[in-house]
């Protein structure tokens, strides 16, 4: 873990910098029209609204307002049981006997609505977690029909996924996902375990309940069978009470370390198959003979898309020093460039911070890199009154030691960090607990090959930066988690594989 340098606080190492846009954008707002969010949500278990045993509902706020959008049933032990058992019975009754074209008909029939109903699906994946409309409506959505496109095209081919295997269903998943890209991690999880034939109890976040739920009115409407997918919401406990179930076949979690640790805890000595997709600290490397603009742009994607709420973010910089100067002015144009406020502004490139708790964790690390005396940068942009939002900030003068470039802080905070070769930048990027993703910007091929064969990191993108595809699998090492998500990979975390 990181070691904690202690420091006394610089005393001016805050500069805001001064930038006049040429040319400010007019508002253009999303018409909240589209959403139609009702004021309370039950359970969705057996193909039907049911109301929870526990009689307990929570809020879901705007975190861009802090207006109160819904609220939706808080599930207990007893409600998870119900939604375990229904997910059984629909296994052992429907799903899986059922001829896998026929299981496919329902995955490709509930990525077709998920099409036609995208731009509700976007305007309240914006409402509920503040991320700019721009990127649910061209990212979020889209990306989660076509992870349902995907695996409905594997589900009567497995046969050709594992020739020479017969792979065999898992039986009933439990699902826990988390605010970041909730619809899109809901297909993530989703879409797999029904076309290898498997049932799901899914639990979204408590922060952004809304799109899943908007997906239990889909499925209801895509005639899947009633029981293969049961949708339940609640926090932390529900999602234990879902783990510890014994009629749980797979556990499947995206989420924080520190949770991914417990749950491993709880399901040591059973026979419960899991992936775990935890947290990050990408390492962003730039080489001088990147193309240098490309590479800026690059960095602007990999931290500040989706406020920095991303496991995969390039929140680490490492710029070869002979270009550091360079980098890290046109870095600070950039900030200054980024349109921070509204999620439902067209124009807006940083959204509202997904709750209040988030943000206080982005200002005690802001707080922690000034006193570690690293040197903050942040946007002039005036934040609006409003809601939970925070500048888009850069730390540079970082050390290797500190905990701004050590530990997870799910924010649009980067720190920048100098190195001189390829060796020190290899040993540099892979000194952290995690390794879920990385980035190398050069312009050589063979540097490409040599950092991303070295490198400790589920997945390295060269010369660009969150690139997703269905096709391709996600996931980590060490304390990001194991097993992987999307693609062929996706599919063998679903499924025993028997001989013939
Ligand atoms: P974050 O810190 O990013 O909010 P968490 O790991 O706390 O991430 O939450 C991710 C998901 O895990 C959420 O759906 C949350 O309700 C759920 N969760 C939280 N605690 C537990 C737990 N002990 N067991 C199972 N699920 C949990």
């Not at 949708?231 to 014994?246: K, L, Q, R, S």
């Not at 693609?487 to 063998?492: A, R």
Request: net charge positive.
């Amino acid at each position: 873990m990181a070691v904690q340098k202690k420091t006394s606080p610089r005393k001016s190492n805050t500069v805001r910098l001064k930038f006049d846009t040429a040319w400010p954008y007019s508002p253009a707002p999303e018409s909240k029209s589209a959403a139609q969010i009702k004021p309370q949500y039950d359970l969705f278990i057996n193909g039907e609204w049911q109301k929870p045993l526990t009689k307990k509902y929570f809020k879901t706020i705007n975190p861009a307002s802090e207006q109160v959008l819904s609220e939706v049933a808080d599930a207990g032990e007893a409600d998870v049981n119900k939604a375990v058992n229904a997910a059984r019975a629909a296994y052992d009754k429907h799903w899986k006997n059922m001829p896998a074209k026929e299981r496919g008909k329902y995955i490709f029939r509930i990525a077709r609505i998920i099409q036609e109903r995208a731009r509700e699906l976007a305007v309240i994946e914006t409402l509920d977690g503040g991320k700019p409309i721009k990127e649910s409506r061209d990212f979020d959505i889209p990306a989660a029909a076509n992870h349902f496109f995907y695996y409905a095209g594997w589900a009567d081919k497995l046969e050709y996924a594992f020739p020479n295997r017969r792979p065999e269903a898992l039986g009933v998943a439990a699902q826990i996902i988390p605010w970041n890209f909730p619809l899109l991690m809901t297909a993530w999880k989703i879409a797999p375990a029904l076309a290898t034939g498997n049932t799901v109890v899914l639990k979204p976040a408590e922060t952004t309940p809304l799109t899943a739920l908007t997906l239990a009115d889909i499925i209801r409407e895509s005639d899947l069978p009633p029981g293969v997918v049961n949708i339940i919401t609640g926090a932390g406990n529900t999602g234990a009470a879902m783990v510890n179930h014994p009629d749980v076949n797979k556990i499947a979690f995206t989420g924080s370390t520190e949770v991914g640790k417990i749950i491993q805890r709880s399901i040591a000595g059973t026979d419960k198959k899991s992936t775990l997709e935890l947290g990050g600290k990408a390492a962003n490397i730039i080489f001088d003979d990147a193309p240098i603009d490309q590479a800026v742009e690059g960095v602007i994607n990999a931290i500040y898309f989706n406020q920095g709420h991303v496991c995969c973010a390039g929140s680490r910089l490492y710029v070869q020093e002979s270009v550091a100067k360079e980098v890290i002015r046109k870095l600070k144009d950039r900030l200054e460039s980024l349109i921070v406020g509204d999620p439902m502004d067209k124009n807006t490139d940083i959204g509202a911070i997904n709750s209040r708790s988030q943000l206080d964790i982005i200002h005690k690390y802001i707080k922690i890199g000034k006193m570690e005396g690293a040197d903050m940068y942040e946007s002039s942009c005036k934040l609006p009154g409003k809601g939970y939002f925070v500048r888009p900030t850069m730390f540079t003068n970082v050390a290797q030691s500190n905990r701004i470039a050590q530990e997870e802080i799910f924010g649009p905070v980067l720190s920048v960090l100098t190195f001189r070769t390829d060796d020190e930048v290899i040993e540099k990027a892979n000194n952290t607990p995690y390794g879920l993703s990385a980035g190398v910007w050069t312009d050589k091929g063979s540097k490409i090959f040599n950092m991303t064969r070295r490198m400790k990191a589920g997945v390295v993108w060269a010369n660009t930066f969150n690139k997703f595809d269905p096709a391709s699998p996600f996931g980590g090492y060490k304390e990001s988690g194991f097993g992987r998500e999307g693609g062929l990979h996706g599919l063998s975390a679903y499924v025993n594989l028997r001989n013939l």
